[in-house]
């Protein structure tokens, strides 16, 4: 998987919560890559491990086994899954996160320009009277009036928090954020200012993006590869255009008739799928999918579900897709 | 909607709902009128804070006392002996027989309405013994019968269970087989898939569809997923801060939307963005998906800024500081709906000056 195209290559990622002999296996054997400069989308139901997956790469949550490579173009390779928290620390000005919950996650006794501040303190960036600047021009770049740094989280609305949780973490100057369903608490009109914005900055500021999401339209809209998960392991990985012109993954393609579309001129009948998301503490033998597979056959539980490369950049865990 | 009324099982006129708080009383819903016939599905949508899910709970007269919410207008609701009834005037412990009888409610987060110490079945049973006045084991019958009509695989087993031992999907299944248990003609669906995933969503919209068409009842379905709507609704009506903006059978609402604010929410949609937006995208000689570095998106319609405080309501058209459409006359009073179509309503004071005129070109923010 080595490409000097890729920031991060995860390898193996792994990460189990609870011990005994049935740990929850949240995260199973996962593998990817994030190019440089591209947004890549991470997507699936509840439990599919997407939010532990972004957990682990900022090392929110300590991964349990495989390697996450992270590989600057002007640095040298490092393997994130291994650095200690303090070893990690400096990456942290690279590697950012935005949070689902914008309700949640800025502090409430903390004035904006206090939320802003810390994250600047703790990379030492625009010390003293550098620092006043700064903040306002952050605000400004998310859509936010400079006089708003006065103010308090309990002062705005959903779409606003989100922008400031944004502005947090375009502070440190990262080049790679992980985007944890920046959308999900938000209403529709409100999405659509947020996507704009996201896609503004993007381009501005040349990030990479990991977008965690369980909305395909958003997903389609915004990203240029995406990762299909389910109970923990890749499903199916492609360009967007294919993955969504041409899901070869089951589970790809349910995931997709699932979703409602918004025009009753296209009305039809679905192949639903049976039953839920089994217990990632017994997850089935083969491939995970297989208990609720429309085209489930007995090879499905033996078979090795690694998923393999079908054609250039495609890759898909299903036996079928030989 | 007017064609149908002679025969609606719901007529709701002129509803309006306020509420105490400290801050003084705010009006959370104002004026809603709109009536449901017998086994259709009207989805009311908007956005939080619309006030869809207050008319709901106005209905059902399930507002807390703590609250202090006064309630005005009329709404009628036929029931199964064919006699009408002003729900919003209705004695407490009549308004108590008909509801989870005649008129039951699915909300949202199944863990927080179902009772989290007692078993599935036995809350199912409560229902039908106080309303079928069945005895204890003809009412564990008809729960099981109950679960097995919502398709819980081993629902001889599950009867017995708590809430906590089954999954999003299974809870959610139980609150429509609560809510159908005394055979409703009107079902309320608060949200019922808001909290589940895409693939769960799907069975459980499947499942009242088919519930829907076997016993002729009417729902009211709540929601702010306007896919949902377009696969699920036969009529709709869009709130916008505590008030209808625009009522339509669900066809012509998609293919022709007159409020602005409904056009900017379909528009601000990445799904139909892409549909409408790529062929134009490409003409202007955009090419998609190619490479991260070409520019090949066009970008999201958004609706500018954010819905008004109901401290502090604009003095005319709510919706009038986020419109792209606005005109000086919007500022002075509230637009009236009007009909612009046989079955559809609109509450706009410039589209009611110039009738649907240009309203084609895209709302830009």
Redesign the interface.
């Known amino acids: 998987m080595t490409d000097p195209a890729n920031l991060i290559e995860v390898q193996g990622l792994r990460k189990y919560f609870g011990g005994g002999s049935h740990p929850v296996r949240a995260v199973d054997g996962v593998s990817f890559a994030i ?1 440089h ?3 890549l989308g991470l997507v699936g ?2 439990g599919s491990g997407k939010s532990t997956i972004g957990r682990l790469l900022t090392r929110l949550a300590e991964p349990t086994g495989g390697s996450m490579m992270y590989r600057p173009q002007d640095g040298a390779a490092l393997d994130l899954a291994t650095l200690s928290q303090s070893q990690y620390r400096p990456l942290r000005s690279r590697i950012q996160i935005i949070f689902q919950d914008p309700y949640a996650s800025l502090n409430p006794r903390m004035r904006i320009r206090n939320v802003l501040d810390e994250a600047l303190d703790t990379h030492g960036l625009a010390p003293g009277s550098a620092r006043l600047p700064r903040i306002h021009a952050l605000l400004e770049q998310v859509g936010l009036r400079s006089e708003h740094a006065e103010r308090y989280a309990h002062e705005f ?1 959903g ?2 928090r989100q922008r400031i949780g944004i502005a947090r973490a375009l502070a440190v100057e990262p080049q790679f954020i992980v985007a944890d369903e920046p959308l999900s608490a938000l ?7 947020v ?2 914005l996201l ?1 503004d900055l993007k381009e501005q500021l040349g990030l990479t993006l990991l977008f965690i999401s ?1 909305d ?3 997903v ?3 990203c ?1 590869r995406v990762v299909v998960l389910y109970l923990g392991r890749v499903m199916e990985i492609a ?3 294919d993955l969504y012109a041409n899901p070869q993954h089951p589970y790809t393609r ?2 997709l ?11 039809r009948s ?1 192949t ?2 049976k ?3 089994p217990s990632p503490a017994h997850p089935p033998s083969g491939c995970v999918f297989r208990t609720r597979c429309p085209q489930a056959a007995e090879q499905c539980a033996i078979h090795d579900t690694t998923p393999r490369e079908t054609s250039p950049g495609r890759w898909t865990a299903c036996w079928r897709n030989e | 909607m007017s064609a149908i009324k002679a025969t609606s099982r719901l007529e709701v006129r002129g509803l309006s709902t306020s509420f105490a708080t400290d801050a003084g009383r705010i009006q959370s819903v104002a004026d809603v009128s709109f009536s449901i016939a017998p086994g259709q599905t009207v989805a009311l949508v908007g ?2 804070g619309s006030g869809k899910s207050v008319t709901s709970l106005s209905l059902m007269g399930l507002h807390a006392r703590t609250s202090q919410a006064q309630m005005q207008g009329e709404a009628w609701f036929v029931r199964r002996d064919g006699t009408r009834v002003n729900l919003l005037a209705l004695r407490e412990d009549r308004l108590r027989a008909l509801r989870g009888n005649e008129m039951a409610m699915i909300f949202q987060e199944p863990m927080t309405s179902l009772n989290p110490v007692r078993t599935i079945g036995a809350q199912i049973a409560e229902s039908v013994r106080l309303h079928r006045k069945l005895d204890r084991a003809a009412a564990n019958a008809h729960a099981l019968r109950m679960l097995e009509l919502v398709e819980i ?1 081993a629902a001889a087993q599950r009867v017995h269970q708590y809430p906590h031992q089954l ?4 809870r959610q299944r139980v609150m429509i087989a609560l809510a159908m248990a005394c055979d409703p003609t009107l079902l309320i669906a608060d949200e019922p898939t808001t909290a589940l ?7 459980i ?2 499942l009242m569809g088919r519930l829907q068409k076997e016993t002729g009842m009417s729902v009211l379905f709540i929601t ?10 036969d009529a709709v009506a869009v709130m916008y801060a505590g008030r209808i903006v625009e009522s339509a059978p ?2 012509a609402l ?2 022709d939307p007159q409020h602005p604010y409904t056009r ?3 528009e ?8 409408q937006g790529h062929s134009l995208a490409q003409q202007a000689g955009f090419q ?2 190619s ?3 070409t520019p090949r ?1 066009t ?6 800024g ?1 819905v008004c405080s109901p401290l502090s309501p604009p003095p005319g058209c709510a919706f009038a500081p986020r419109c792209p459409k606005r005109e000086g006359v919007c500022d002075c009073a509230m637009p009236a709906l009007q009909s612009t179509a046989p079955d559809r309503q609109v509450r706009c004071t410039v589209l009611a000056r110039q009738p649907i005129a240009n309203h084609h070109d895209p709302v830009t923010a």
């Open positions: 190019r400069g591209e947004t139901e509840s609305s779409g606003q209403d529709v009109s409100i999405q659509a200012q996507v704009n896609c369980h395909l339209d958003v389609e809209y915004l240029d360009p967007t255009r349910a995931l008739e699932a979703a409602p579309v918004p025009d009753p001129a296209h009305r679905i639903l799928l039953g839920d998301l | 956005e939080s695989p999954s999003g999907g299974m995933d895409v693939t769960i969503q799907a069975q919209l499947a702010h997923n306007l896919g949902v709507v377009a696969q699920y609704a669900v066809h998609f293919a900017g929410l379909l601000c949609l990445p799904g139909v963005a892409r549909r998609l998906f490479g991260p570095a998106r970008r999201l319609l958004a609706i500018a954010q």
